[in-house]
């Protein structure tokens, strides 16, 4: 089964309505709009690899111009049928904008499920004129152990995936940044146990299930 398929598709936004669901997206969203406070020059986003649209509608929501991406057909099937946003059917590898089009490009939970990271950044940071928002899963994290351990007793959506450290996040946004360029992260989705003791806007540990780093550009394309 496709991790992108329409089984999976018509599944992704109810898992959003469990508490584990509920509980991931108001930490993730917190981290990543602390670190989207940080382009205060921008105003249009675009998300590639948008799935259902989740994360897109939630930025038109907060104030951006937002549009959706992904090169699967029953993902954005479903982002359709809930409406809300502008959604453009097209590959990571070859977005079908120009040059500067919007003032961020994010790519949330999707790094991971692309095969070539480099290339799909160095495309993201070519029609992003202020810099990129990533939000990633963290290979260091007791979250990704107990994804992996799952997916030896039945298939998962993280089969196939490639999980990364902040470290190896970084040396990738090297890579792409202009000379300038500088970054900003945080971690958030710890254990429940520690909850308590960390900001829901996520902290600067290396630990946390979900990386959101961002890479702001001094000018123009950064490849």
């Known amino acids: 089964m496709s991790a992108f398929d329409e089984q999976a598709a018509a599944a992704y936004e109810s898992w959003y ?3 584990e669901g509920a509980r991931a997206d108001a930490q993730e969203k917190a981290a990543l709009r602390q670190l989207l406070d940080g382009f205060r020059e921008a105003e249009t986003v675009l998300e590639v690899g948008c799935g259902t649209a989740h994360v897109t509608r939630w930025l038109g929501d907060i104030g ?14 479903e982002a359709q049928a809930l409406n809300g946003v502008p ?23 999707t790094l991971e499920f692309l095969d070539r990271p480099r290339a799909s950044l160095e495309e993201a940071a070519r029609v992003a004129r202020d810099g990129l928002l990533l939000g990633v899963l963290n290979r260091w994290s007791p979250l990704a152990l107990q994804r992996r351990l799952s997916g030896l007793f039945r298939p998962t959506i ?8 902040v470290g190896a996040l970084k040396q990738l946004l090297r890579a792409v940044g202009d000379d300038g360029a500088r970054m900003a ?11 308590g003791l960390l900001p829901r806007s996520g902290a600067h540990l290396p630990w946390g299930g979900f990386i959101a780093i961002a890479l702001h550009q001094t000018h123009g394309t950064g490849s």
């Open 185 to 195: 992260w945080r971690t958030t989705l710890y254990p429940s146990w520690c909850e």
């Open 64 to 77: 951006w111009t937002a549009v959706g991406l992904d090169l699967s057909a029953p993902m954005l099937r």
């Open 87 to 109: 959604l453009v059917w097209g590959d990571a590898f070859r977005l079908p904008f120009a040059d500067d089009a919007f003032g961020v490009a994010t790519l949330i939970t």
């Open 158 to 165: 993280y089969d196939d995936a490639r999980f990364y450290s």
């Open 17 to 19: 309505q469990t508490a």
